[in-house]
Structure formats: structure tokens, C-alpha cells
């Protein structure tokens, strides 16, 4: 991804999170319980504290004096989302009250674990902080500052980077590009010799295989992809490749992709598509209709304009029949991938270009269902897969007796269709219930600071 990309929000306003009931209970709702694709009709789930205690047929459940009963009938309950590619506002200039706005814009879209992609050490304590309840905000996994090109020039340099960022406590470490090979190869080794992960962009001078055998955590946007199934040796260039390859569309042999997709699952590499970032840039969205859309309102004009820019920029010299074709491969990928075994990761890349936090996750839900997952694999990608990944899934993921209170109500069957994700009745992270009348209160205040 350009430099430029990694320009995020800057945007204010804070957002409290409220108290703790002394428990609440779903009465009468369907469950959607995400441990496989399955409807349970008349539920009852009872919350205490940041758990599930009870979880069955309303018959067979008894709920508990002095908790608050919610009302679910004709309404469906999911577990929390996840945004898989997220951006945290970096940087010591940036006002605590922009970054628990973000954080808030997350929550009260139904995100309820975020994994930041450009860590600061601000961010370190924002994660300690909402994993005690103290903010409303999602369970944070934060990166480290960027691996790229111009922050590792040397292998020595790239060794004590790592070490570093482990001893720090960032949960992995993000790569961006133009890394050369070399000083990749060592940061690769000291990453497994002390312990730490490493997941994002595929410098161009690595390549897809190099990162598939070094063992990425996850490649995002389905980086390097593209070019690993350009018949070549050696690496490509940036004016060779384009945004994101895709001046090589008219090289590929889509025919190694089983090839590649099999040695990618052998070797546990997940993959976040952030399909939203792609259509909006290679698809006939006008920046007038990008502009207009009822979620821009969160964003300032100053952002809007920057986003303007960097998507006339990304476009360039992309011709329609390029475009096309891309967005027909990128469809290919995502099926092709998903019926290998891969693992997906949901994640939209936000705030970035036309993707405003919390809401981008309800759009790239929609088109992972466009590109080809059923409503249920799309899910899957954003509530138990995430548990997978994070080695979590006895206590997130899914909804079950144990399990933490991150619970998305719905007034509509996402099964059906994915865009019911977007009707929300209410919002749960950590049993911190927000009901429709808050989340439209918190909607109303962080626009009113624009």
C-alpha cells in the first residue's frame, strides 16, 4: 500500500462507555451461534459481568431476579464482529479524544475485537485500558510501529527492531513494503527466535513464496498474490506492478493458484482480503456518490478531501478493462482461496479511503457475499475464525455458556441476508449493553463534532 495510505483519521469527539447491570438476559431471541451454521429459535442468554451463564431454551432457562430483559423476540443474536484490519490514530500529536472516538465508531457498529495494523506505543496502554472496561472500545490487538523499507535498511537494524517490539509487548509486528530480501530473511528469524508474529503487506523483493515458507501470520489485501501467479523469476518493480499488481493483470495464469493456495494452508498463513478498499477504487463509483454516502457524515471534510485525492491517485492510468479484470480475479481469489482451506480474516482497512470504522465492516461483509462466500462463511471470517486465530476460541468467537459478552442484536436474519448485519437493535462488548437509543445518541454526538 502507498505511504499515503497509512495518512489516517483525524477526527474528535470521545465516547464514554457505559456501566456495568447487574446482568442482563436476551428473552425469546434466535441465536446464531456461529459454531456452525445453525438457527436456534426462542433462546434465552443470560450476561453477568463480561460472561455468559446461561444459554438454552427460554423453557429451560430460569432468568435471574434484578437483571435487566431484553426483549427478543423476531430479533436475532451473533457474536460480536471483528475488524481484522484496523488502524488506531498513531502518533503523540493525536488528541486521546480521536482516538476513543474511533474506538467508539467500532463499537457501536458491532466490532468488538479490532487488531490494529500501525502500532505506536500510545496504543499499548488504550489495549490495557480496554481490556479492563475502562473506555468503550473493543478488545485491542496492536502491532508494532511499521517494518518498511525506510525503518529497516539493515539487517542489524531490522534484528534489534524486533527484539525491541517483543520486549514492548506489541502483540505482532506489521510489515509494509520495500523491505529487501535480506533484511526480511532476518527478520524473519529473529521474529521466530524470540517469539514474536509478523503480518500484513508482501515487499515486492520477497514475494508471496518467501513469505508463505517464512510463515506470515496473515497476508492482507491479498498481497503478492497477484504476483505469484505471474510466470517469472526474480521481483517485480513498482511500475511494473502497480497498485497492488495490477498492471500484471494481463500476465496471470490463474492455473498455479491451487498450487499457491495449498501451500499457503500447509503453512497456516490466514489471509484479510479488504475487499471494500478494492472496489472502491476499481469499480465506477463516482467520487460524488462515494462522498454522499450517510456514514461520511462521521468524517471531516479535511479526510474526505484526502481521500478524494489518494483514490485519483490509485485510479491513475487504470484503464476500465483493467479494472475489470481485476476485480474478476480478486473474485477468484476469494473462492478459489476459501475452497483450498485457507483461513479468512474480516477486515476492512479502516479509516481509510471511503471506509469509516464500524461501518466498513458491514459494507465488506456484503461484498465477500458478492465476490462468492455464502452469508454464513462471510461471518465465519469476522467472529469464530478470529477465535481460531487468536487461539481464544474457548471463551470468544461464539456464543455459548463461558463465553465472553460480545454480542451483536439484530433485527434482521444475516443468513438470509448479509445486509442485516447493518440493522442493529443493540450492541453488547464485555456485557456493556448499548441499546439502540445509546448507540443513537453516540451516533449523534460524534457527528455533531464535525
Do not use: C
Not at 98 to 105: A, D, F, N, P, S
Not at 188 to 215: M, N, Q, T, Y
Not at 414 to 423: A, F, K, Q, Y
Amino acid at each position: 500500500m502507498p505511504v499515503s495510505l497509512m495518512l489516517l483519521a483525524t477526527i474528535s469527539g470521545a465516547a464514554p462507555g457505559p456501566s456495568l447491570a447487574e446482568g442482563y438476559a436476551f428473552v425469546n431471541v434466535s441465536v446464531i451461534p456461529m459454531d456452525r451454521e445453525r438457527v436456534l429459535n426462542g433462546y434465552t442468554v443470560v450476561v453477568q459481568g463480561d460472561r455468559i451463564v446461561a444459554f438454552g431454551p427460554s423453557r429451560e432457562i430460569k432468568v435471574p431476579d434484578g437483571v435487566t430483559r431484553i426483549d427478543g423476540t423476531g430479533k436475532f443474536l451473533i457474536p460480536g464482529l471483528s475488524e481484522m484490519h484496523a488502524h488506531i490514530p498513531p502518533g503523540n500529536q493525536v488528541a486521546d479524544s480521536v482516538i476513543e472516538r474511533v474506538l467508539g465508531l467500532y463499537v457501536i457498529n458491532g466490532v468488538t475485537t479490532v487488531r490494529g495494523m500501525l502500532g505506536h506505543p500510545r496504543h499499548l496502554p488504550y489495549r490495557e485500558r480496554a481490556a479492563r472496561g475502562e473506555l468503550l472500545s473493543p478488545t485491542i490487538y496492536t502491532s508494532s510501529p511499521s517494518l518498511n523499507g525506510g525503518t529497516m535498511r539493515t539487517g542489524a537494524e531490522a534484528a534489534d527492531s524486533v527484539r525491541k517490539y517483543k520486549q514492548a509487548g506489541y502483540d505482532f509486528m506489521k510489515v509494509h513494503p520495500g523491505i529487501r530480501r535480506g533484511v526480511f530473511d532476518t527478520i524473519a528469524s529473529v521474529a521466530h527466535e524470540v517469539g514474536i508474529k509478523f503480518a500484513g503487506h508482501v515487499p515486492l523483493d520477497v514475494g508471496i513464496e518467501r513469505a508463505i515458507e517464512a510463515r506470515y501470520w496473515s497476508v492482507d489485501h491479498f498481497d503478492g498474490i497477484l504476483q505469484g501467479l505471474v510466470p517469472h523469476t526474480g521481483s517485480f518493480t513498482n511500475e511494473e506492478a502497480g497498485f497492488f499488481g495490477a498492471l500484471l493483470i494481463n500476465r496471470v495464469d490463474a492455473s498455479r493458484l491451487p498450487a499457491l493456495a495449498a501451500k499457503m494452508k500447509a503453512a497456516g498463513v490466514w489471509v484479510v482480503p479488504t475487499e471494500t478498499l478494492f472496489e472502491w477504487v476499481y469499480s465506477d463509483y463516482s467520487i460524488d456518490e462515494l462522498r454522499s454516502r450517510p456514514e461520511m457524515r462521521y468524517m471531516t471534510r479535511q479526510e474526505l478531501d484526502q481521500w478524494t485525492t489518494l483514490t485519483n491517485n490509485m485510479r491513475g492510468d487504470l484503464t476500465p478493462e483493467i479494472k475489470k479484470k481485476n476485480l474478476a480475479l480478486r473474485a477468484k481469489l476469494m473462492r478459489g482461496l476459501h475452497a483450498a482451506g485457507v483461513g479468512f480474516l474480516l477486515g476492512s482497512d479502516a479509516p481509510q479511503i471511503w471506509n469509516v470504522p464500524g461501518f466498513s465492516i458491514h459494507r465488506e461483509l456484503a461484498i465477500m457475499v458478492k465476490r462468492g462466500l455464502t452469508p454464513y462463511q462471510a461471518l465465519e471470517s469476522g467472529t469464530r475464525n478470529v477465535a481460531v486465530y487468536f487461539g481464544t476460541a474457548d471463551r470468544t468467537g461464539t456464543i455459548g455458556n463461558g463465553k465472553r459478552a460480545d454480542l451483536i442484536l439484530l433485527d434482521g436474519n444475516p443468513l438470509s441476508d448479509i445486509t442485516n448485519v447493518g440493522r442493529q437493535s443493540g450492541v453488547m462488548v464485555g456485557g456493556r449493553w448499548l441499546d439502540k437509543a445509546a448507540i443513537n445518541r453516540k451516533l449523534e454526538e460524534y457527528s455533531s463534532k464535525q
